[in-house]
């Protein structure tokens, strides 16, 4: 099963962060990034499978791109990063990737969930 997914959480309001554009995009052998699917956090701040329905987790470097700035917008909040991407490498038979976000205005971090 290929699955990538990421869950945003909010930890300044201690809750899910919604309707947060989300972008998927694969490097390329020539350092190019080519979009693979975009989307926005559900209710729960979750986005359950960013590989389009054709593709296979294959081995290479990832970005998942989080247009942050919407979402402070909405929230009448002044936020330090306006977008935040998280570019990681994939490996070898690895084919399911979980990606937690957790926000606040001023910061953020990011780790390989379960």
């Known amino acids: 099963m290929n699955r990538l997914s990421t869950h945003v959480l909010d930890v300044a309001q201690g ?16 350092d190019n990034w080519t979009l693979l699917l975009s989307a926005h ?4 701040g979750r986005c359950a499978q960013l590989l389009p329905p054709a593709e296979a987790l294959s081995p290479g ?12 917008a909405v ?3 002044e936020a330090l990063y306006p977008v935040i991407e998280i570019t990681f490498r994939v490996r070898e038979g690895e084919s399911t990737f979980h990606l ?7 910061g953020y971090s990011t780790y390989r969930g379960s």
């Open 100 to 106: 937690p976000l957790l926000l606040s205005p001023y």
């Open 75 to 77: 929230q009448c909040v």
């Open 41 to 44: 956090t559900d209710a729960d």
């Open 15 to 30: 809750k899910p962060a919604a309707n947060i554009p989300v972008a998927l995009a694969r490097r390329d052998n020539s």
């Open 61 to 72: 470097v990832y970005r998942l791109r989080f247009d942050i700035a919407s979402y402070h």
